[in-house]
Nanobody
């Protein structure tokens, strides 16, 4: 079965760092674009970062310079390194996979909560 399982979230002080992981299984991981998105209570889902199978990256302006997306195709794992965290980063963070040539993600994870205190 296809699975995307996020981990690494928790409570952190403003200015601190957290690394999120997404373990993928049941599909050809290296053939998919991988993304992180987030959603705070009462707000719409926001794309945070995307990485291609070859390592090209995209970041939302709100996280540029603070977050780094990466992947290890040999381990079927996606990462998000989050530095200089702000209270505004508090949200549920989701991992998503999208095959080349399709308009929407094929698979979503269940999410991991990140809470940043001031």
């Amino acid at each position: 079965q296809v699975q995307l399982v996020e981990s690494g979230g928790g409570l952190v002080q403003a200015g601190g760092s957290v690394r999120l992981s997404c373990a993928a299984s049941g599909f050809t991981f290296s053939s998919y674009f991988m993304s992180w998105a987030r959603q705070a209570p009462g707000k719409e889902r926001e794309l945070v970062a995307t990485i291609s199978g070859a390592g090209s990256t995209y970041y939302a302006s709100s996280v540029k310079g603070r977050f780094t997306i990466s992947r290890d195709n040999a381990k079927n794992t996606l990462y998000l390194q989050m530095n200089s965290l702000k209270p505004e980063d508090t949200a549920m963070y989701y991992c998503a996979a999208r095959r080349v040539g399709v308009p929407q993600p094929n698979y979503w994870g269940q999410g991991t909560q990140v809470t940043v205190s001031s």
